[in-house]
Structures are given as C-alpha cells and as structure tokens.
C-alpha cells in the first residue's frame, strides 16, 4: 500500500463501528471539557450556556438583531427573550432600536458584558490553543473539515458568513 496522505485518508473512509463510536464519545469528553471552566464561572453568576454563548456572538458582531441571533442559536424566540432580557436587565447587553427599521432590535455588550464574555472566551481559547499545539496544523486543518463537515448545511452557511465578516 502506497504511503502518504492519500493512503492514509483512504483508510479513513473505512472506520469501523468502534472506531466512529470512540469518536463519538471523544467528541462528548471534548465538549464537556471545552465546556467546564465556562460553566464553573456562569454558575456563579446564574447563568447558563444559553448566556455564554449569546454573550460570544454578539461580542463577534456587534450591532447583530435579535432574529440574526435567533437564527444562529436555533433557539426559541422565547427562549432567547429569556435569556436576552435577564443580560439586559443585569447591564451586559444593550439593546438599541433599529434606524432604518424601528421594529429591529440591534444588541451590543456593555463592558461589563464584554468583560465577562473575555473571561469566558479566555479559558475556552486557552483549552483550545493548547489542543492545536499539542496536535500541529496539520490536525488542527483535519479537525477543522471534520466540524465543517457535520454541519447541516444551513449552519454551515452561517458559520461561513461568519468566518467571512470577522475576515
């Protein structure tokens, strides 16, 4: 069998049940940990994942609506009002009416938001930039078709857009 990455990635076409199993349940590890310093850092404050992760795509466009953030989050509008109106009320975000559209509403951190959404986004960089260290650019390039790979393609386009406006 020839040797290089065309071999190697034939072989990947390959995975057995166990070894998709094994990723699967990776992925589960990963994720808890990707996770844990954030949520040790929300539970102190009340907040869940929900806050976390509507602080960090505001923080990535600021001046987003709240229907640009529905449609990322694939949460409820319920839901989202929740959670938007308790960050609101708590003074770390700040909702503006629309200039062109009055029934718009464009959300930004206030620095108080900021900073928690440094905190947060700082111990999730650190756990990050560690793994791709550990793992070289090469797995880190893999990891990143991978996760791109599994989207469904309609969050696929947003995190291209995404990508895209944080260029």
Known sequence: MAEGPNAQGETLLYLTDEQLRQGIEAMFFAYRGFTADPDRILAGLSYGRAHHRALHFINGAPGTTVNNLLNILGVTKQSLNRVLRTLIEDGLVESRVGRNDKRERHLYLTDEGAALERDL???????????????????????????????????LTSYQRLREGRG
């Open 121 to 155: 986004s700082d111990a999730q960089r650190a756990r990050m930039r560690a793994a791709y260290r550990q793992a070289g650019p090469e797995a880190v390039s893999g990891f990143r078709k991978v996760l791109e790979a599994m989207m469904d393609p309609d969050m």
